[in-house]
């Protein structure tokens, strides 16, 4: 990003990556959280997706779902990821509250294959 007051060559260059992306990372590691630092030039699947449109790494949605809940099914947890990465909304705000939702009240599936509850929450 270049800022300029339209005065020439009082441009101020200012790096994101290293103003804004590096010290949210680092504060993400004091608060236990791992963070995967990657080269600038890197291929889509050095960062657990096909391409880089995709926002939600699908992998690890998927591995944190079967870990939090580990009585789900390989179908049921793509189940889930699809329904917290399918908007059916017509816009920005309405897909984001439906995520929330998900993430906050959690969702169900139909029914826990291991004891035969019927329609288990899923976190």
């Known amino acids: 990003m270049i800022l300029s007051n339209d005065k020439p060559n009082a441009a101020l260059k ?9 010290p949210l ?10 963070v995967i630092r990657l080269q600038q030039k890197q291929e889509p699947h ?3 997706r096909e391409n880089f449109g995709q ?5 690890k949605l ?5 870990n939090i809940n580990p009585f789900l099914q390989p179908d049921q947890v793509q189940e889930v990821a699809r329904r ?3 908007f059916s909304g017509r816009n920005l705000v309405e897909n984001n ?7 906050l009240e959690n969702t169900t599936v139909s029914v826990n294959h291991d004891t035969g ?6 976190r």
């Open 14 to 22: 200012l790096d994101e990556k290293q103003h804004v992306e590096e």
């Open 25 to 34: 990372l680092v504060q993400l590691e004091t608060l236990g959280w791992t």
């Open 46 to 48: 050095e960062s657990f």
């Open 55 to 59: 926002v939600v790494l699908l992998p």
């Open 62 to 66: 998927e591995e944190a779902l079967y």
């Open 84 to 86: 917290i990465t399918t």
């Open 97 to 103: 509250r439906q995520v929330l939702r998900y993430l």
């Open 117 to 122: 509850q019927i329609s288990p929450s899923v």
